[in-house]
């Protein structure tokens, strides 16, 4: 990985300009800090006016790992041209599988409704996926263990670990890496930009191909498929200050 805001960096991010891209961004730990509950994770006025410039210059997705229905009410007067919701599943087009991927997701149920005896664990369910937040518990790394046990039971998930959160989602189903891509071919897009901050948005990251795709991450991480990266998630403002001058 190799910072962004360097000169070559910066060459690649004008490069990336030319080609008409398609920009998108997560949300947690991305356009917004990452909170103690998700419920207290909000864009600020400064940042909601830095993504609406933004937004109006380039054809710009939101694609998170919340619901759709939370990213409308948390970011649906932003000017996104696509608010992609539950790591890629929801927002890109219909899928004749999400009512057999929303069955499997509630016959996971009986597991999850043990998982808040631990303390501190959240269960957030959302319809295609869910996540199991251990940000507070007092232990993280024995509620990891012992989460990590339990979900290992489900049947047809695949986990996917971020930060104090364990992912779950139907095995099979389409991550963020196909999203953007999608998306991208549907808006005749040569290019695109891809911010993320987790290991759900590693699937973006990994894209090869074409139309090529500019990985950015959110903070370092040996190993992450991302070609470069920003120091942290108030540098993101300073990208999307970049992106708005066109």
Do not use: Y
Request: hydrophobic content about 45%.
């Amino acid at each position: 990985m190799r910072p962004l805001f360097s000169p070559t960096g910066r060459a690649r991010l004008a490069w990336l300009l030319r080609q008409q891209p398609l920009l998108a961004f997560d949300w947690d730990g991305t356009l917004v800090p990452l909170a103690e509950q998700t419920s207290g994770a909000r864009m600020d006025a400064p940042m909601r006016t830095l993504f609406r410039a933004v937004a109006r210059r380039w054809p710009t997705a939101i694609v998170s790992g919340r619901a759709r229905r939370d990213l409308r009410m948390l970011a649906g007067d932003l000017g996104a041209v696509a608010l992609v919701g539950n790591h890629g599943m929801e927002g890109v087009g219909s899928d004749r599988r999400l009512p057999r991927w929303r069955r499997r997701v509630r016959s996971w149920r009986p597991v999850l409704e043990r998982l808040e005896a631990f303390p501190g664990v959240h269960v957030e369910e959302k319809g295609l996926s869910v996540s199991v937040h251990f940000r507070q518990a007092a232990d993280r790394p024995r509620a990891r263990r012992w989460l990590s046990q339990t979900v290992a039971r489900l049947d047809g998930a695949q986990v996917i670990p971020g930060k104090a959160v364990l992912n779950l989602v139907p095995a099979g189903a389409p991550d963020k890496g196909t999203a953007v891509r999608t998306l991208a071919l549907r808006l005749g897009r040569r290019a695109i930009l891809f911010v993320g901050d987790d290991v759900t948005d590693e699937a973006a990251f990994r894209l090869r191909g074409s139309p090529p795709l500019v990985g950015v991450r959110v903070g370092q991480r040996t190993g992450s498929s991302a070609q470069w990266f920003v120091g942290n998630q108030r540098r993101v403002a300073s990208l999307l200050e970049r992106l708005a001058r066109g």
